[in-house]
């Protein structure tokens, strides 16, 4: 039998033997800025016992031995401990392969210090002679972003027009509806936004980078870096929910697949479901992303991403206020959840993204990139949206309390190949240091056949026909109906009152459908040969480029009706960087872009059916132009624990085609000769306090309508583009040593100018500034962290845009999200 005297022996000893387990805490910091290191693994050596340090670098662990501690970008440190609490400094790792993505960035920082896709090189953004503006993951996650328009929200010069993902930059609206992904152009990301899920961090290049990317946006490219797979391994779980009935989940999970790290995995995941503040808006959005990296050799790197969205929902064409009455706007006539479409609508698009990378090193001095991306894109949209005018009288006068309206339900899908191939070499000439890039690429865009669009608009004659518009001087031939008092034509699809909303199912069988088309087959091609030299001469760094682009349209493609045509240009890039000190460079740029007009037209509000095949194809436009031309100083501080990077800069554009705004003929288009903006950006990134980050921007934008048609236009103000516009993102996290310690908190500011609408100048959005406030807390020796964010804290009623009296785009109020992630 068992005595007490043995029982409180051995409880005695096991008390003294846990006590006894040697336990070591402390810090893992980057040794170059001295800045904690989020994330890090620390693991006793040749054990699976190991942890990861949290939010501030600080780590714990039960054990003796050597500790190995590793992290994405550094070089694997390994330490003995000789007290209970050690600091761990890691150095930077050098990658051989820097010409290419592998692995991701050294800091989780809000400043990232190098851009890949600004030159196709990894060169430090200090060294480009051009401003870049870049949000982190870190700053993402912070924020709490979801979508693209979360993240580009914090940058100079960066505004949003719409709902969609349509943004002016530096004064200048974009065109292309694709976007850029690890520097490759993809087609329609327009409608409905891309999640950041899978995103490394995102890039705004400034200015026309046409003879980088070909056939861009003027005003700028936003890029989205993807994560990259990592050779420790990694993994996190995320759950959001928040107003208007949003939920998410996230995962991300990466590591190597074998003992020698040379095969390496990263899966990205979400889902996000979310109801809004508008009528009968609802969308879901399903993201996968796996991807692969294989390290041959030292010499040679595969890599194989892939990406596959599905997104359900419904397009908001948003909030119609009464026209102006007296010479007077009333943007709160009508409640900013108001919206014309029906409960019925949708839009559902899927898309498939597969990415191949080889990167083979020949020499110290020669290397050969070549990258190919495959996208297939469709969608499926049925919508009842204005015709962007009132309804009309008898007498063909506008009735204010009355949206014309019309019906689409369209199907389409298309097809995209890019190829981006190179040779770089590295070599010496004397004291002049050669980084020469010589290389081709291809974009091809297909629009496949049996794509087609059904409408219903216009009014209904006497004899059951339809009419695209109404003519008041055959008025006896419609069917009229009274309304008010008034005589009114009867239309197809009703008007929709503003007076007494009614958002009553789509009924099919009431329209008269008079716009029966199935969409011709097209191709638009682009090659392309270029040069491109980063020459280093003691202080000065030379970027300059030469590229020669051919570029081909063809619509009804292999048919016997085949038409096509073709632009060609050769884009010249200059830029001299100037190195004063260690904390100060400075530098200016010459650029010029150049976009066929079949790449500006398929984003227009009304001009989605544009296919090059009417009177008004792209064939007889000439091409869009423009240059840029800027000056500016890239300044790190503190230690460079503080970045500041200036720019003053002008864009011309000119050749403009534009949406004659006619609702009679949505489709029809007018040129603009010429615009202009010019302006001043700050952006100011980094540690204030090693516990206190910031990110903040300020930009000014005087951009004009140079040459017009229309007299009464020249020299006025851009439509859609505010003048000033500034944001600030700060967090603060206490220290261990204050009893607040795991707490830490964020606050943001947004501010715009007022802004014109794009096809009505009788009125104003007015400016507003937003505030954000965010808490975080990381519970004690815990992997995880608990994030609620409340956005637009004083519950202000905005606009971020407007196209006319029928199409404003309100702000979201006052909302929150609340976020726990677990790293494990």
Not at 15 to 25: D, R
Not at 89 to 111: H, I, P, S
Not at 401 to 408: E, K, V, Y
Request: glycine residues 6%; proline residues 4%.
């Amino acid at each position: 039998m068992i005595s007490i005297k043995q029982v409180l022996f051995s409880f005695c000893f096991i008390v003294f033997a846990e006590a006894s387990a040697q336990q070591v805490t402390g810090q893992v910091k980057d040794a170059d800025t001295n800045i904690p290191i989020p994330g890090a693994t620390v693991q006793i050596k040749n054990t699976k016992q190991g942890t990861v340090t949290d939010f501030e670098g600080n780590f714990r662990l039960n054990g003796s031995g050597s500790l190995e501690i590793s992290y994405l970008g550094y070089k694997t440190s390994t330490v003995n401990p000789d007290s209970t609490f050690v600091t761990i400094y890691l150095k930077a790792e050098n990658f051989a392969l820097d010409a290419v993505e592998l692995v991701g960035r050294k800091a989780q920082t809000y400043t990232s210090d190098y851009s890949f896709s600004a030159t196709r090189t990894s060169t430090l953004n200090k060294d480009i002679p051009q401003a870049i503006s870049t949000v982190t993951k870190e700053l993402i996650d912070e924020q709490q972003g979801i979508q693209l328009a979360d993240a580009v929200k914090n940058v100079s010069g960066v505004s949003p027009s719409s709902f969609y993902n349509q943004y002016s930059i530096r004064g200048i609206s974009q065109n292309e509806e694709g976007q850029l992904i690890n520097g490759m152009r993809t087609r329609q990301f327009y409608f409905l936004q891309p999640l950041l899920a899978n995103v490394e961090r995102v890039e705004v290049i400034k200015g026309p980078a046409s003879a980088t990317f070909s056939s861009v946006d003027p005003g700028g490219s936003i890029n989205l870096v993807t994560k990259k797979p990592l050779d420790v391994e990694r993994n996190e779980v995320k759950f959001t929910t928040g107003s208007f009935s949003t939920i998410m989940a996230a995962v991300d999970f990466t590591g190597p697949l074998n003992e020698d790290k040379t095969l390496l995995y990263r899966f990205n995941g979400a889902y996000v479901e979310a109801n809004s503040y508008r009528d009968n808006i609802n969308n879901t959005s399903l993201l996968l992303s796996p991807s692969f990296t294989y390290l041959a050799s030292e010499k040679t790197a595969i890599n194989v991403e892939l990406i596959y969205s599905d997104m359900k929902g419904k397009l908001d064409r948003g909030q119609p206020i009464f026209g102006a009455e007296a010479g007077v706007t009333d943007l709160n006539s009508t409640p900013i959840s108001l919206n014309l479409g029906a409960p019925n609508d949708f839009f559902n698009s899927k898309q498939f993204i597969i990415t191949g990378n080889l990167t083979h090193q020949f020499t110290d001095q020669i290397g050969f990139t070549t990258t190919y991306m495959k996208q297939t894109w469709k969608e499926d949209l049925q919508e009842r949206r204005t015709t962007n005018g009132f309804g009309v009288d008898i007498d063909n006068n506008p009735v204010s309390t009355l949206a014309a309206m019309r019906f689409i339900h369209r199907q389409q899908s298309w097809s995209v190949d890019n190829v981006n191939s190179y040779f770089n070499f590295d070599f010496n000439t004397g004291a002049f240091k050669h980084k020469l890039l010589v290389g081709y690429d291809l974009h091809s865009w297909a629009k496949l056949e049996g794509g087609g669009q059904n409408q219903a608009r216009g009014y209904l004659l006497n004899d059951g026909s339809v009419t695209n518009a109404f003519d008041p001087a055959n008025a006896a031939a419609y069917q009229t109906y009274s309304y008010e008092g008034m005589i009114l034509p009867r239309p197809n699809v009703p008007h929709y009152n503003l007076e007494d909303p009614n958002n009553t199912l789509n009924n099919l069988t009431d329209y008269n459908f008079n716009g029966r088309s199935a969409f011709p087959t097209a191709l638009t091609e682009t090659h392309a040969a270029y040069l491109q030299e980063q020459l280093t001469y003691k202080r000065f760094h030379l970027l300059f480029s030469l590229r020669q682009e051919w570029f081909r349209d063809v619509t009804n493609r292999g048919e016997v009706d085949e038409i096509s045509f073709t632009n060609r240009a050769l884009l010249p890039r200059i830029g001299l960087t100037y190195t004063v000190n260690d904390q100060i460079n400075v530098y200016g740029t010459y650029l010029e872009g150049f976009q066929p007009q079949s790449n500006t037209v398929t984003i227009m509000s009304n001009t989605a059916n544009f296919y090059g095949s009417t009177d008004d194809s792209a064939s007889r436009f000439k091409p869009l132009e423009s240059d840029l031309k800027e000056v500016g100083a890239k300044i790190t501080l503190l230690k460079n624990k503080l970045h500041i990077n200036t720019a003053l800069f002008e864009i011309n554009q000119k050749n403009l085609l534009l949406n004659a705004n006619v609702p009679s003929a949505p489709d029809s288009l007018v040129t603009r000769g010429a615009e202009r903006s010019r302006g001043f950006e700050v952006d100011v990134t980094g540690y204030l306090l090693p516990n206190w980050q910031m990110y903040g921007s300020f930009s000014y934008n005087d951009a004009k309508i140079i040459e017009d048609n229309d007299p009464a236009l020249i020299g006025a103000r851009k439509q859609n583009t505010p003048i000033t516009t500034a944001t600030l993102w700060t967090r603060y996290n206490f220290l261990s040593t204050s009893k607040l310690h795991g707490l830490g908190i964020g606050f943001g500011a947004q501010h715009s100018g007022d802004k014109v609408p794009t096809y009505d100048r009788s009125f104003k959005t007015p400016a507003y500034t937003l505030l954000d406030l965010a808490v975080y807390f990381t519970p004690k020796n815990s992997n995880i962290q608990l994030n609620l964010a409340v956005k637009n804290l004083t519950d202000k009623t905005y606009w971020v845009g407007a196209q006319n009296y029928l199409r404003l785009f309100p702000g979201a109020p006052r909302n929150f999200l609340a976020t726990a992630t677990y790293r494990f």
